[in-house]
């Protein structure tokens, strides 16, 4: 777990505000992940990742860019934050079926 | 679009009792069944999984049955333990693009 890495892990933000939430893995994985939780609810997937510079929408992409120059880094864009992206973000990565999940970012749009 | 459909979505079983969760998927090209579990305030974690080669595992005190042509699959904990209290996820994909569908989760309760 400790080879995933997100930052920072709690964030208050503005509507309107540009924010962007970081990951980073160790692991060298192929694949990245970006899910959003809200509470009390499952995992949505917003971005993914199959490799560096190969980037496709989830479920819930809209409101959110992502970028992936360098293999072990995945960092999420909210271009104008809203108080619906209030929510507990996950990076995850993997290199075979098996997902690890970073420790989360909880973000406050006010 | 594919779906994986989670029940119950709360459960409690008293100490020392089975708990059984229970998923189905729509997606018949699926071959990867994992559960996670989810602590409050935690990242979700692998406590097992299951291909569509294998009928049932179990590690210790869980086990994951696969039914392929009713295409559903279950969680099954036994001796059940306050640290079993949790959110439980199961999911669904296949191999070829590692995109996990969820399931909705389950609160399981342990009550002493």
């Known amino acids: 777990d400790a080879g995933i890495t997100q930052s920072p892990r709690y964030k208050i933000t503005e509507t309107g505000r540009q924010v962007t939430l970081m990951c980073h893995q160790t692991w060298s994985h192929s694949y990245m992940f970006w899910y959003r939780q809200d509470l009390g609810h499952g995992l949505r997937l917003i971005y993914y990742s199959a490799a560096a510079d190969i980037t496709d929408k989830g479920e819930v992409p809209d409101g959110y860019v992502v970028s992936r120059s360098k293999t072990e880094n995945f960092p999420l864009t909210l271009e104008s934050a809203t108080r619906s992206q209030t929510s507990v973000y996950f990076c995850?990565?993997?290199?075979?079926?098996?997902?690890?999940f970073g420790p989360g970012t909880r973000l406050t749009v006010t | 679009g594919e779906n994986v459909e989670q029940h119950p979505s709360t459960l409690s079983v008293q100490e020392g009792d089975s708990a059984v969760i229970k998923c189905t998927y729509s997606d018949s090209a699926s071959n990867y069944f994992p559960w996670y579990k989810q602590e409050l305030g935690k990242r979700p974690q692998l406590i097992i999984d299951?291909?569509?080669n294998v009928g049932e595992k179990k590690d210790q005190r869980i086990a994951v049955t696969l039914n392929k042509t009713a295409k559903h699959f279950s969680l099954h904990i036994t001796e059940t333990q306050p640290e079993d209290s949790a959110v439980y996820f199961c999911?669904?994909?296949?191999?070829?693009?590692?995109?996990?569908?969820w399931g909705a989760g389950t609160k399981l309760i342990i009550k002493p």
């Open positions: 995850a990565s993997t290199g075979g079926a098996e997902q690890y």
């Open positions: 999911a669904a994909s296949r191999e070829s693009n590692y995109q996990l569908i």
């Open positions: 299951i291909r569509s």
